[in-house]
């Protein structure tokens, strides 16, 4: 053999042996992933709630409660979290501080309000829900003032007032509400309204409210990406600038009988960022800025910026103009 040759073969081998390598690590990095996830998941104590549960009921996985709020209130004294197995239940949920409901499987835990004017989940401090569908209460999810909550995997339908409504907190990362991977949909007024807090919205649908897709109060810092606000009888999203720090990235706001995006002043300065937002068919404006105090147009320059977005077929057009309503 030539030594070109040689030298050939050396490098494809030594190639060769890195690239196992590199698999091999890749690999071995995928599998602690999921293997410190599923322990994760092993090492949590929880108790345990069973729509067919009869007899003897203490919360264990061999002997669960048929309610879930008994099973919280035993977390919450216990320290530990809530696993719900597939069905139907009725009742109104209070979930304490620190605690975690857990469905068994998405769209096979639901939970119906049994009294239609309370909401069907009450959130406090810390807590998180996941794979819940929450449907028929006066909200689908109330989340108390001051408080922390994470909303992962959840439908929530068909409520007479707002899907998620959220009361005012410090605009600070340890009070955010994070919604990730959720449908809200049917709602009687807003998919989501917040007062003023911090909040970080990801890969979510809200469609088919009766009123805004989302609303936020001012003075809010607000996280969007790849999210669709899509048929809803107000706006698809309203945000006011004043004093707020709003970034929507990847989203689409589409077929909204008023605009797709309402921005809102009421005097003063704050910053409105979008990356990559689709306006389409919206019955209005694909973007309507909407003046309720003066608001001059290098106010608007410095506190509304953007880049990459798409638009057509909206009805009165993309932009509107400076509309006055003082």
Same mark, same amino acid.
């Given at each position: 053999?030539?030594?070109?040759?040689?030298?050939?073969?050396?490098?494809?081998?030594?190639?060769?042996?890195?690239?196992?390598?590199?698999?091999?690590?890749i690999?071995?990095?995928?599998?602690?992933v999921?293997f410190?996830?599923?322990?994760?998941l092993?090492?949590?104590?929880?108790?345990?709630?069973?729509?067919?549960?009869?007899?003897k009921?203490?919360?264990?996985?061999?002997?669960?409660?048929?309610?879930?709020?008994?099973?919280i209130?035993l977390?919450?004294?216990?320290?530990?979290?809530?696993?719900i197995?597939?069905?139907? &239940?009725?009742?109104?949920?209070?979930?304490?501080? @620190?605690?975690?409901l857990?469905?068994?499987?998405?769209?096979?835990?639901v939970?119906?309000a049994?009294?239609?004017d309370?909401?069907? +989940?009450?959130?406090y401090?810390?807590?998180?829900?996941?794979?819940?569908?929450?449907m @028929?209460?006066?909200?689908?999810?109330?989340?108390k003032?001051?408080?922390?909550? @994470?909303?992962?995997k959840?439908?929530?339908?068909q409520? @007479?007032?707002?899907?998620?409504?959220?009361?005012?907190?410090?605009?600070?990362?340890? &009070?955010?509400?994070? $919604?990730?991977d959720?449908?809200?949909?049917?709602?009687?007024?807003?998919?989501?309204y917040s007062?003023?807090r911090?909040?970080?919205?990801?890969?979510?649908?809200?469609?088919?409210?009766? =009123?805004?897709? +989302?609303e936020?109060? =001012?003075?809010?810092?607000?996280y969007?990406?790849q999210?669709?606000?899509?048929?809803?009888?107000?706006?698809?999203?309203?945000?006011?600038i004043?004093?707020?720090n709003?970034? +929507?990235?990847e989203?689409?706001?589409?077929?909204?009988?008023?605009?797709?995006?309402? $921005?809102r002043?009421?005097?003063?300065?704050?910053?409105?960022?979008?990356?990559?937002?689709?306006?389409?068919?919206?019955k209005?404006w694909?973007?309507a =800025?909407?003046?309720?105090?003066?608001?001059?147009?290098?106010?608007?320059?410095?506190?509304f910026?953007?880049q990459?977005?798409?638009?057509?077929?909206?009805?009165?057009?993309?932009?509107s103009?400076? +509309?006055? $309503? &003082?």
């Open positions: 053999m030539s030594k070109v040759n040689k030298a050939k073969a050396f490098f494809q081998k030594n190639w060769q042996r890195k690239l196992l390598v590199v698999m091999g690590t690999g071995a990095i995928i599998f602690l999921n410190f996830s599923f322990s994760t092993l090492a949590k104590e929880f108790v345990y709630v069973d729509d067919d549960a009869s007899g009921m203490d919360g264990s996985e061999d002997y669960p409660f048929n309610k879930i709020q008994d099973a209130n977390a919450s004294d216990k320290k530990k979290d809530v696993f197995k597939e069905g139907v &239940y009725e009742e109104n949920l209070r979930l304490w501080e @620190k605690i975690e857990t469905g068994e499987k998405r769209g096979k835990v939970i119906i049994k009294d239609k309370e909401p069907v +989940i009450t959130m401090n810390d807590s998180e829900i996941h794979k819940l569908t929450l @028929k209460g006066k909200y689908g999810v109330r989340v003032g001051g408080s922390a909550v @994470k909303i992962s959840c439908d929530i339908i409520n @007479k007032e707002d899907g998620i409504k959220a009361h005012a907190a410090k605009v600070k990362e340890k &009070y955010q509400l994070e $919604i990730y959720s449908y809200i949909s049917q709602n009687g007024k807003n998919g989501i007062e003023r911090k909040i970080v919205l990801e890969d979510t649908l809200i469609e088919d409210n009766d =009123k805004d897709g +989302i936020v109060d =001012k003075g809010s810092q607000v969007i990406k999210s669709r606000f899509k048929s809803n009888d107000g706006d698809g999203g309203k945000f006011y004043d004093q707020s709003i970034t +929507i990235k989203s689409t706001f589409r077929d909204n009988k008023r605009e797709g995006l309402e $921005i002043a009421e005097g003063q300065n704050g910053s409105i960022y979008l990356e990559f937002v689709k306006f389409y068919n919206n209005r694909g973007i =800025k909407v003046e309720k105090a003066p608001f001059s147009e290098i106010n608007w320059r410095s506190s910026s953007f990459g977005l798409t638009f057509w077929e909206n009805k009165l057009g993309d932009f103009y400076p +509309i006055k $309503i &003082y």
